[in-house]
């Protein structure tokens, strides 16, 4: 069974870091590409970045370029989403995904909650 | 910046049929976008249920289907049932890894 497990989400203060983690399992996650998609509170789905097979290449949404840093270690089976400079507006729960042929979103980790407040 | 538009509510009654669309603010919505669509109820994570405009995800009954209907992705729930109430959302592909969401739509149904 395929599983993506979150973690490492909490409050953080504006202008902060944090790191968010994604734990794989059930498949072979260094054949595919992954992402990651938040929800802000009360709002819609934003793709926000997105990782291919070996980490060497990466795309962002404009709003995080910059900021967020996408990246993997395939010995750990693992996703990364290191995120600096927080703001307000980053307040959101972050899922990661595992992309199908690039084009659309197969199985959803449940989401790690990130509070960016003073 | 390119925005995808879908309708933020609509309604269905149970056992009727439903379509969703999803479009642009400039231009149409055609197969090389590679449409797919996601259900979301409060609390949860989303669940795919079409990919490449058509095809259904595993275990997706095959009462949700996916089209091009003029301009815009469709997204038809045939038979509503009282636990497709929910959120539905539609990516589109942009190139070079990009994929952007709608705004989702809210189905309710009553």
């Known amino acids: 069974e395929v599983q993506l497990v979150e973690s490492g989400g909490g409050l953080v203060q504006p202008g902060g870091s944090l790191r968010l983690s994604c734990a794989a399992s059930?498949?072979?996650?260094?054949?595919?590409?992954m992402s990651w998609v938040r929800q802000a509170p009360g709002k819609g789905l934003e793709w926000v970045a997105n990782v291919n097979q070996d980490g060497s290449e990466k795309y962002y949404v404009d709003s995080v370029k910059g900021r967020f840093t996408i990246s993997r270690d395939n010995a750990k089976n693992s996703l990364y989403l290191q995120m600096n400079s927080l703001r307000a507006e980053d307040t959101a729960v972050y899922y990661c995904a595992r992309d199908e042929g690039l084009s659309w979103f197969g199985p959803w980790g449940q989401g790690t909650l990130v509070t960016v407040s003073s | 910046q390119t925005v995808v538009t879908q309708e933020p509510s609509f309604s269905v009654s149970p056992g009727g049929t439903v379509t969703l669309t999803c479009g642009l603010s400039s231009g149409s919505v055609s197969t090389s976008y590679y449409p797919s669509w996601y259900q979301q109820t409060p609390g949860q994570a989303p669940r795919t249920l079409i990919y490449?405009?058509?095809t259904r995800s595993s275990g997706v009954p095959d009462r949700f289907s996916g089209s091009i209907l003029g301009n815009k992705a469709a997204l038809t729930i045939t038979g509503a049932q009282a636990d497709d109430e929910s959120d539905y959302y539609c990516v589109l592909y942009m190139g070079r890894g990009l994929r952007v969401f709608g705004g989702g739509t809210k189905l309710t149904v009553l």
């Open positions: 059930g498949f072979t996650f260094s054949n595919f590409w």
């Open positions: 490449s405009t058509n």
